[in-house]
């Protein structure tokens, strides 16, 4: 019997079909679910993974991106060993972001070169404060009670991370784990990102004093800290781009 479901958006078919020959060749082949969204039928990743919580059968459900790949053929095999280890309410990741600005810990490797997501390594399966969204996930159950902000992460990003920070409020635990795997994408900072992170921390303000993400995204979440913050990396994300 299959225990484990895996989730993906999908606007690239190629991808798609790319993660899917990857993980038919693990040693445990989990259930997967793919969202077509290339014609653009949802406007945020919350409403898409949302759409089919409720068709999930299997006990366990991990979030992927679409190019995600796979290092060994024991990598789902891996994951589903430490989602044994977490507790009900509990999420797993591979990209953790600590309490400390710049500490994020990953063993994943990103880009078209293949270097690690981050400077330092992740030893078993360590608490942490949120989580990537590449690949995250834990008990179906869990996210069928706490299914994503619509609303708030109303785009394509920090869904994980808000999931995290309901965990961080309400005593529940976050984990990063060490699984090797490769990431294509290096991901983006734009301004749209920019904007829901202050959403979040606005959203967090009366119950966290600061918040930390895997994309070094550190800020008070305070009125003052919070539109100073944007502000600055407005002006950073436009010199970039221009």
């Known amino acids: 019997m299959e225990e484990l479901s895996i989730i993906c958006c999908w606007n690239n078919k190629e991808q798609f079909e790319g993660l899917i020959d990857g993980l038919q060749n693990q040693t445990i082949v989990p259930k997967i679910i793919g969202i077509n969204n290339s014609g653009n039928r949802f406007s945020s990743c919350s409403a898409a993974l949302n759409s089919v919580i409720d068709s999930i059968k299997t006990k366990y459900v991990i979030y992927m991106h679409q190019d995600i790949r796979f290092v060994t053929t024991t990598t ?46 992740l030893k078993g399966i360590e608490e942490c404060f949120s989580l990537d969204e590449c690949l995250f996930g834990g008990l179906t159950s ?23 920070l309901y965990n961080i409020i309400y005593g529940y635990k976050v984990y990063a784990c060490d699984v090797t795997l490769i990431h294509i994408s290096e991901g983006t900072i734009n301004q749209i990102y ?14 966290l004093k600061k918040i930390y993400t895997p994309c070094c995204y550190a800020s008070n979440t305070n009125f003052v800290s919070r539109w100073i913050y944007f502000i600055k990396n407005s002006i950073r994300i436009k010199v970039q781009n221009e």
């Open 194 to 207: 920019n904007t829901g992170f202050r959403d979040l921390c606005k959203k967090y303000a009366n119950s």
């Open 142 to 164: 869990r996210f069928r009670k706490y299914k994503f902000d619509e609303e708030v992460c109303n785009n394509w990003h920090l869904y994980a991370v808000d999931q995290c």
């Open 76 to 121: 789902i095999e891996e994951i589903l060993n430490y989602l044994y280890k977490i507790k009900e309410n509990d999420i797993l990741g591979v990209v953790g972001a600590f309490n400390s600005k710049n500490l994020v810990k990953t063993n994943i490797y990103i880009g078209k070169n293949l270097h690690y997501g981050s400077d330092s390594r």
